[in-house]
């Protein structure tokens, strides 16, 4: 079986930065990608706020220039294999795949998150095109038009008020009477005077015209008549699922199935890290995955360099 330093297991920001930081540090590398290297920044039209970009780049763009950033520095990618187990075998790591086996002093687990979607028709369609997971990336293409948000958590609540910075009117669509958020987020976002509350209200439709949307349909849980609400945009906030399968009975996840980090981006497990929108920090950006990846493979290289002296 192939012994090599660290493994990475996923190739977003997070998983890209620290591939470059631990190939940089001239400890091998190997970086199993699932999909596009970009994870889910693939999905972004256009990236506006990460530093160095000021006129925003394409996430495709910025996802193969961080790959190929990695991998002048030595990083060897393992392109659309899936990591479907780790275990830890006296101080090292296995790493089982879709072809094989390997075994690594150390392991980054980046493997993100993926928001929740409402799965109603239209939604696939018009993704990119009016129908987004993120108000901080994609809310500026929205001004002075009106736009849905879905969900009544603090996600939703909060980015309904970011948008109000942007869209003309927001209307909070939440599928009971009472929001689920915080009081304090929850009263700053009903007491704007761009949001609009539609209560007890489930989408079901997502609508367009020449490939942007135009609408979506609201059915009311109370047996109202179905509602055709004009949006140009819909913001869906009904909660992300952490990937965080392959970590969950070998290192602490939180009760939402986040995985449990410390500011080094160690896990419960020695030799385990884990960066990016998998992990339990709180702001989910490409700045902030690739600031957690940077410290991971920093941390992921020194350790294999401690362990090593130490054999
Ligand atoms: P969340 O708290 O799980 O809220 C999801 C919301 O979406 C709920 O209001 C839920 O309705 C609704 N929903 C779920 N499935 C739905 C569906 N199929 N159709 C329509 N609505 C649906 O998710 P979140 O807001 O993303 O927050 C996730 C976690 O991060 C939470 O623990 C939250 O506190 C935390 N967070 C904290 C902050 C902060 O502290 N500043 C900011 C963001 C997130 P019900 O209420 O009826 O269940």
Known sequence: MDHIDVAIVGGGPAGLAAALYSARALVNTVVFESG??????????????????????????????????AEKFGAFFRTFEAVEKL??????????????????????VATGAVPKKLGIPGEDEYTGRGVS???????????????????????AAEEAQFLTRFASKVHLVHRREELRATKCIAEACIGHEKVQTHWNRIPTEVRGEDGRVTSVV?????????????????????????????????ADLDERGFIKVDDLSRTSMPGLFAAGDVTDRPLKQVVTAAAQGAIAGYEASRYVESKVCTL
């Not at 275990?87 to 072809?99: P, Y």
């Open 133 to 155: 997971w993120c108000a901080t990336c994609d809310g500026a293409l929205f001004r002075d038009k009106e736009v849905a948000v879905i969900g009544g958590g603090d996600a």
């Open 87 to 108: 275990e830890a075998v006296r101080t090292d790591w296995k790493v089982a795949f879709d072809g094989g086996e390997i075994l690594a002093h150390a392991i980054i």
């Open 36 to 69: 596009l290297p970009g994870g889910q920044i693939v999905t972004t039209d256009r990236l506006e706020n990460y530093p160095g970009f000021p006129e925003g780049i394409s996430g495709p763009e910025i996802g193969l220039l961080m790959h190929q950033q």
């Open 218 to 250: 609201l059915r009311s849980t109370k047996g109202e008549p179905d509602e055709v609400l004009p949006v140009s945009g819909i913001f869906e906030y009904i909660g992300v699922d952490p990937k965080s399968e392959i970590v969950r009975g070998v």
